[in-house]
């Protein structure tokens, strides 16, 4: 009786310490997440120019992979968020599935990057720019917004660290950027 008792106390021990070393899928990855649209619209406003830029307004270079794991020794650019099919590969534009979702699932359609957790995002800003105003029915005035670290969504946090977050901004929302027409 006793060797059954010391053995369902190491099985419980063990269990314990594997719930507490669990890893997800996006750990040590953060995103930033961007609804860019028109005053007054919900709908995304489609091909925009939009990277992560430093206080002079230079655009971020990627070095040695230090701000994110993918694209290094590039500027820092964000991607449209994009439904993905039945075989996990990109859908076409106007393409339908039966299994149809998001790329990145926390967020329909918006922009977003990757970045690592230890990204320092109060040092920087977003600039987003309208480079082929005619895509869009007109060409939309180039805004610079400052970027801080509660705008990135965390996705493998402990619960600790979203107690300490009940109060204050909510985690994981993105960034609501309006953009102005440029006046002709």
Not at 42 to 50: S, T
Not at 127 to 133: F, L, N, Q, T
Request: proline share 3%; with cysteine; net charge negative.
């Amino acid at each position: 009786m006793k060797y059954i008792i010391f053995i369902l106390a190491i099985i419980g021990f063990s269990v314990n310490a594997q719930q507490t070393t669990m890893h997800c899928g996006y750990d040590f990855t953060s995103y930033v997440v961007l609804d860019v649209h028109e005053a007054g619209k919900k709908e995304n406003i489609k091909n925009l120019h939009i990277t992560i830029v430093d206080s002079l307004g230079n655009d971020v270079i990627n070095s040695n992979n230090q701000y994110s794991w993918k694209n290094a020794d590039k500027p820092m650019v964000f991607n449209s968020n994009y439904r993905i099919g039945d075989d996990d590969k990109r859908l076409p534009e106007g393409a339908t599935a039966t299994k149809e979702r998001w790329f990145f699932p926390y967020s329909g359609d918006t922009y977003l990057i990757s970045v690592a957790n230890s990204f320092p995002a109060d040092n920087f800003s977003i600039k987003v720019e309208d480079i082929d105003g005619a895509e869009n029915g007109g060409k939309y005035k180039t805004v610079i917004i400052p970027l801080y670290s509660y705008n990135m969504y965390i996705l493998c946090s402990n619960q600790s660290q979203q107690a300490t977050m009940k109060f204050g901004r909510k985690m994981n929302k993105p960034i609501d950027i309006v953009l102005e027409k440029e006046s002709l």
